[in-house]
């Protein structure tokens, strides 16, 4: 079986579908229990739930596209090639983080990306997929991620310039 196979294999099975940020998704939890809009910071627009846990998965033609959402969340590496992350932290710092199974080189099967980090990922083997879960607390609601500007981040973090120019894959102002 090719890897493209195996990676549709594994969307079919799981119930994955396209997502407009992170490659194809399937919810796997979402918490009955709400966390009253009132006790969250004053940048949640009403309740949330708790948590909630999606798998994802991102292929070199389907990578995650720079976003942040307002919630931590806790990537889990599951299956397939390691997940390079650019991270752009909110106050003005940034590092590439690889989350994946080759512990010796450095890898990490857990990634905690805190609220409002900006992110975006990169496979760096060709034809090649990785099978990740994630955890956000409180849980994840549609208004709480926001796209990043790569001109505009480009500008707030000029040391990661390059770094943005490759996870987009395209050259400043392209």
């Not at 994955?16 to 998704?25: E, N, Q, R, Y």
């Not at 910071?41 to 798998?55: K, M, N, Q």
């Not at 070199?60 to 932290?89: F, K």
Request: with cysteine; charged share 20%.
């Amino acid at each position: 079986m090719s890897t493209r196979e195996k990676a549709n294999q594994i969307i079919d099975l799981l119930g994955l579908a396209p997502h407009p940020t992170c490659g194809f998704v399937a919810e796997t939890y979402r918490s009955s229990r709400r966390i009253p809009s009132a006790v969250l910071p004053p940048e949640y627009e009403g309740d949330r739930p708790l948590a909630s846990v999606l798998y994802f998965m991102v292929t070199t033609q389907t990578p995650i596209r720079l976003h942040r959402i307002r919630s931590d969340q806790m990537y889990h590496h599951y299956l397939g090639a390691p997940l390079e992350v650019l991270l752009l932290y909110p106050e003005g710092t940034g590092e590439v983080r690889i989350v994946g199974p080759d512990l010796a080189m450095g890898m990490r099967p857990q990634l905690l990306i805190p609220g409002g980090t900006y992110h975006i990922s990169r496979i760096r083997a060709a034809d090649s997929f990785a099978l990740l879960g994630t955890t956000e607390w409180p849980g994840f609601e549609n208004p709480d991620v926001e796209l990043g500007d790569p001109q505009t981040l480009m500008m707030e973090y000029p040391a990661f310039r390059r770094l943005i120019e490759e996870f987009i894959g395209s050259p400043a102002g392209g």
